[in-house]
């Protein structure tokens, strides 16, 4: 007796587990495959941003080039704000993810640019000068992956959308 209703106990679990992966928002696709590999990096160029940013921000630092180290703060700022939204995986989330890519691809290539026609500017690295050659050219590559994969996953959604309306 006491084992027949532990084992539909386990059996109400599983199906309360499958519930849950079926009610889960189809816009959590960032959290498989790829989607997971791309969360990873950019958690740790945000990682290595904000480290970076609140070195340079120190007050005897700061004065050396202060507008390269603003704009590496700004970068840090948008890769926290980018993986915050892959990890949440929801619609509005989704939306800011698109638009934090967006901003940075715009911010990669402006200030990658402007490292090279303006150097005064940059007396001193920042996170997206020289199109990001510090960091192996992964702030100028990872913008354009991130929106490629969110755009797949909007097009997944926007399929399933369809399939249920019919």
């Known amino acids: 007796m006491q084992q027949l209703s532990t084992r539909q106990a386990r059996a109400a679990a599983r199906e309360e587990k499958r519930a849950l992966r079926r009610a889960r928002s189809p816009y959590a696709a960032t959290h498989t495959g790829p989607g997971r590999v791309l969360t990873a990096v950019y958690g740790i160029l945000a990682f290595a941003a904000a480290g970076r940013a609140t070195y340079q921000l120190l007050p005897q630092k700061f004065p050396e080039a ?6 590496s703060a700004l970068s840090a700022a948008v890769y926290i704000l980018a993986t915050v939204c892959l990890v949440i995986g929801s619609r ?9 890519c967006v901003f940075e691809a715009v911010g990669v290539l402006v200030v990658g640019t402007l490292s090279l026609t303006h150097a005064e500017y940059f007396d001193h690295p920042s996170v997206w000068s020289m199109f990001g050659v510090g960091y192996g050219f992964v702030p100028l590559l990872l913008p354009f992956i991130g929106l490629w994969w969110l755009y797949r996953v909007q097009r997944t959604v926007a399929a399933g959308s369809a399939a249920r309306s019919e």
């Open 66 to 71: 202060p507008f390269a180290y603003t704009l």
């Open 92 to 100: 509005t989330s989704h939306h800011i993810a698109v638009a934090a």
